[in-house]
């Protein structure tokens, strides 16, 4: 078993199903379990094949003739009924067994942490108690071996909710809230994204989740928690007036600056995350000027417009001084 396991993750690692989207590299307490049970699923079926091969060369090699009434009889009811009804019982049992756990809310007092999808990006809340939250979008930052409780929706259409290396896929429904809750294991960067058809751009709908340590993690929030410094010098003011005046404020929060904007994603901190337009630019200068002028052509009816009739310096100043926004 062991030695097919390694080969298969070989061959997972040709067909990239290894690395930061596997299922098969669990980084999670829900994800182990799934892991396990896939495992143990296609170890069964293995065995069945094997058993189907052997009995295929015996039909090749054994000389036909007439069988034995109660030879065939146990045939048909053994091999026909029997057999079938057990494989599908302890695959059942595989299957179902670990549901309870699955669905368990983390324990009283844990991290809570609140995702709405929306066409096509993340909107990330840490609800810091008393009416109190901290917002950002497209990055979600847990403390390792803590357990997290997800409270998911959707501010459009379905999503689905899945980072495959921390825990199985759930719904995000407009008008109800779906809960999601387990423990990361391990540190490291994973990449989570969008299971759900959810329009045009549902393949550009990704997300960043890094796993740290509990202090790392107390940090970040608290830089998190932060308004955006504002603008020291003369370029980065040209930027942020730039910001202002073309309108970027009424869909886009930066706490410190302006929190009139609630339709698109805060961006109070954007500066410091890893990627850009739900995770699939790389966040520097140049990718966030190519996104303000390319909007729509880097994600097909992204509802921002882009904003190429900005004089090119403007967009250039607006991104530099979104980079420096850490
Ligand atoms: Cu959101 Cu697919």
Not at 72 to 93: D, N
Not at 123 to 150: C, D, M, S, T
Request: include cysteine; charged fraction near 20%; aromatic fraction near 10%.
């Amino acid at each position: 078993m062991k030695q097919l396991k390694a080969e298969f993750l070989f061959l997972c690692t040709l067909v990239s199903c290894n690395g930061q989207y596997s299922a098969l590299n669990p980084a999670g307490s829900s994800a182990k379990i799934i892991a396990d049970m896939f495992w143990w699923l296609f170890g069964i079926a293995i065995l069945i094949w094997i058993l189907f091969v052997v009995l295929e060369f015996y039909t090749v090699l054994v000389r036909p003739g007439p069988h034995k009434l109660n030879r065939t009889r146990f045939l048909v009811i053994g091999g026909g009924a029997l057999f079938p009804v057990i494989v599908i019982s302890i695959s059942i049992y595989f299957s179902l067994s670990p549901l309870p756990v699955l669905v368990k809310a983390a324990p009283e007092g844990s991290l809570t942490v609140k995702v709405s999808g929306a066409q096509w990006w993340w909107r990330v809340k840490y609800p810091l108690g008393k009416e109190q939250e901290v917002e950002l979008a497209n990055e979600i930052w847990l403390p390792v071996n803590e357990p997290v409780q997800f409270f998911l929706s959707s501010e459009d259409v379905i999503h689905s909710f899945w980072i495959p290396s921390l825990a199985g896929k759930i719904d995000m429904i407009p008008g109800r809230t779906t809960k999601l809750s387990f423990t990361p294991t391990k540190t490291g960067h994973y990449r989570g994204a969008c299971a759900e058809y959810c329009g045009t751009s549902h393949a550009l709908m990704h997300l960043d989740v890094k796993v740290v340590e509990r202090k790392v993690f107390n940090e970040w929030l608290e830089k998190q928690k932060q308004p955006a410094a504002r603008a020291a010098t003369p370029r980065s003011q040209t930027g942020e007036k730039a910001f202002v005046t073309s309108g970027c404020i009424s869909c886009h929060t930066v706490r410190g600056l302006s929190t009139m904007g609630q339709v698109g994603p805060d961006l109070t901190h954007i500066g410091s995350r890893h990627r850009i337009g739900a995770g699939i630019l790389k966040n520097n200068t140049a990718s966030l000027h190519r996104w303000i002028r390319e909007t729509g052509i880097i994600k097909p009816e992204v509802k921002m417009p882009a904003f190429d009739m900005l004089p090119v310096d403007e967009q250039k100043a607006i991104s530099e001084w979104m980079e420096g926004l850490k």
